[in-house]
């Protein structure tokens, strides 16, 4: 695992840009696994600039959302459908049949065969360990499926619904689907992950902490800033 880590988030969003520039102009069909939430916006500002200022063409590329709210439609405002065309496909020429948002568990893990396998994924983490919605508990070998979602969770998105009840299950992508990604990055930002991330990268495996999977894994790039990587200096 590489640990990489950046002064503040705006210079995190830039290192996990450059790493995503890099592998789209390497490879213009990248097939991109992609995250919601508020770590990942500073990462979307960075690749529109990228597109509008240095000519980046996403026309190729191929994006797999993590996960999505059960029983809201596309065009709903809290939906990560609407969350991803306000913060990236609606400013950029992806094609629209190219993204895929999770809404039939068997046929997402299809469709992510049928691309030959996501090449690149990134993923946040929550303040339980969660990555994607694979909440704790989650099996290592867990697949694109409906899941509960945690009360922490719940509450956490609290905000985001402006006082409408938040759902309380998703679809989401399963470890075990994370952990095929050719390459996976991690971003995490802000003192409220410091501890979760030094569980997730320096303690045991333990599907108590799902985010510990990606130990695992034999090519991750976490990019943490200086209040996340207080407990990581030993793995750089």
Known sequence: MRVLVTPDYRTLSLTAAELVVKAVRTKPGLVLGL?????????????????????????????????????????????????????????????????????????????????????????????????????????????????????????????????????ERAITMGIGTILESRCIVLLASGASKKSVVHRALNGPVSEAIPASALQLHPNVIAVLDEETSHHLRQLR
């Open 35 to 167: 995250p919601t939430g508020n770590t990942p916006i500073g990462l979307y500002e960075q690749l529109v600039r990228s597109y509008r200022e240095q000519q980046l063409d996403f026309s190729k590329l191929r994006t797999f959302n993590l996960d999505e709210f059960v029983g809201l439609a596309p065009n709903d405002p809290h939906s990560y459908r609407t969350y991803m065309r306000k913060h990236f496909f609606d400013h950029v020429n992806v094609s629209a049949a190219n993204t895929h948002i999770p809404e039939n568990p068997g046929t997402y893990e299809d469709a992510i065969k049928q691309t030959g396998g996501i090449d690149l994924l990134i993923v946040g983490i929550g303040t339980n360990g969660h990555i994607a919605f694979n909440e704790p508990g989650s099996s290592f070998a867990s697949r694109t499926r409906e899941i509960e979602l945690a009360p922490e969770t719940i509450a956490s998105a609290g905000k985001y619904f402006e006082g409408t009840p938040v759902p």
